[in-house]
């Protein structure tokens, strides 16, 4: 057996608890002075409260009993040197607590654990501290949202997780306001209004980040009108000191005086004076916002182009600075270091905002600070983070659109006849849903390996309209995009002009192939060295890898898998009963290492708007499931009733005509939740209840129903329009109602067909 590195101090730790266990048997009371050293012990009660600073998180491998960052350490690699979990014990690991959120819309976070505490944060901006040991909870936080805010959000009510520092827990809310709670109580000690621009689309669904002195926020909803920024503020009073424009505005507006400013005059030159500036341009940072205290740097991803076809964007078809960007800003004063734009003129929504890794690594002999970048246009990209210098860019998923990256000048090599739809459909790879999303890959300095959950994809596009309409606030992405699920699998549904286009789209053999698959990459040698299929492309949840040899993922279909990291052999799986999506995380107690992850379904688009198999049986409740060695089976949630028949919809109203504008005013507002009839997070719009159905305009316009996510549209919709909706959803539902009863008087099962997205 070998010792785990800090051997020295775990053994010191347990002889410290057991004598607190003897001192509180002997005494039924715990000395004081004792208690801040032994919080770690199994038995008792956490003491310290968000103690993190930098010299902590610099110091993270020799504190490896905590999760410090959202990805563990300054690097955030999503690696733990933890290693009492590892391939010989892993065979025992099993239950040991689990909570509910008390939700059940999407989970993405990882959580913090620090000296026996655990930050948590769900949909909204809701926040749970608890005890790491037994998952009991200590306070919990609901930012109270006004649902309305639902319209905005193109992804669910997505957070990506809390930053935690000198006793203060920043969570940003889905309407943009940027909270410090005390770490001790949930007490909001400052709040910030993030949003500039309350008329546009704006969220804020990623994590906050602390960076010297100040903690910095992004913004997201480039699908609708939005030009995205980064502001950061005074840790300690919420004082605004400065915010980074990562697009240009209306040069007819002047400057905007901040701290972005120099920076905008380069990247205006890349956009024509008559773009779009109205639609708002895109480029929003939503996820990926990552300090580095080697250098000093702050690093952002930015998001897609807004409205996605180019040409309608900027008929210059500029690059478009600084859409689908790496950003290196001076946290001091926000001013841009250094700049590489991954997907120039961006129209595909291969954003740059996927979560990045910091390590150093040895290339070509030189030892390299680097960043380590999966973003979603389908190339891994090596950067030394000093200076930028582009070091290694190659394909780690799937990619049409470009076949190489010249690495001396930081270009594509573009194949405008593969992927530019300007003037013709085309079968784009990946899909707008990348090679790689908002899941964390992690880094492993033991094996040298990035394991990444990638996608290989593709899905049809099509510019929408030359000159389209600004409609305020709301979706404006000006694109057709239909997804594999319905180019393979019913053609036949495709509008006229995409079938028609399909047959020459299609002649690679493997044109419609696509899945998901964890894939291990090695960044020096730049290539694959062992990958392992999910269960499907909507199947690509957040990764953690340990010093144990392992690599941790979960599953749509509830299943936590656990892999050597040499060689991808799965060597345990547990069965939760939850769907994953978001990475797993780990940390010690008492001698105990624990491994946690939040579960829920739920998320953007059409695969995550699919009620996957654990879902289907077991709902949605919103858990945080934690493991350890000698646990047992996971308590699964209740099984649901099985759904019964399709309920008599009322009679059908409304003219042909009628029912067809229903239709189309279903695809621009209403399919980017309800994207599948069947539902899944959002409810089967074929089984609406009379009282639902006799309500229908009060929930549709009146937004009756907005706390339990569904706003209202009557400042967007007619009260005939809603009416036109409403006629829609009804011949959906007589036809669904009528095919089922036939199947079920012939005495067969009743097949359901899926329901199709059509952005845009
Ligand atoms: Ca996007």
Redesign the pocket.
Known sequence: MTLPRKAGAEIWLQMACSFNNWLNQATGTLVVGLALTLTACGDSAPTRFGDIDQARVLTADSQPQNWLTSGRDAGKTHFSPLQQINQKTVERLGFAWAYETGTNRVLEATPIVVDGVMYASGPMGRVWALDARNGKEIWKFDPIVDGQINRKA?CDQANRGVAVWKGKVYVASLDGVLYALSAETGAVQWKADTIYDKMRGYTVTGAPEIAGNVVVIGSAG??LDVRGYVTAYDLETGMQKWRFFTIPGDPAKGQDGAASDSAMEVAARSWSPHSRWDMGGGGAPWDAIHYDPATKLLFVGT??GGPYSRLPRDPSGGDNLFLCSVLALNPDTGYLVWYHQQTPGDQW?M?ATQPMIFTDLTIDGQDRPVLLHAPKNGFFYVYDRRDGTLLAADKYARANWAKSIDLRSGRPIEDAEAADYSFAPKLVAPA?FGGHNWNPMAYSPATGLVYIPAIDSANLMATGDSKPAHRPGLWNPNVAVYFMDQVAGAPESLPPAMQKALPGLTRDKDALKQGGVLRAWDPIARKIVWEVPTTGWWDHAGVLATGGGLVFQGSSNGKLRIFDDRTGQLLKEIDTGSSILAAPMTYMIGGDQYVSVMAAWGGGGFGYSHPTDAFVKHGNKGRILTFKLGGGEVPKPPELPPVGPIPAPPAQFGSPAQIALGAQLYGRDCALCHSNLRGAVTPDLRRMSQATHDAFQVIVGGGALKGAGMPGWADVMTPDQIDAIHAYLISISRAAFEAEQKALKEGKTPEEKPGFFRAG
Do not use: A, R
């Open positions: 193109c480039d699908e998001g897609n929504d954003t707008t």
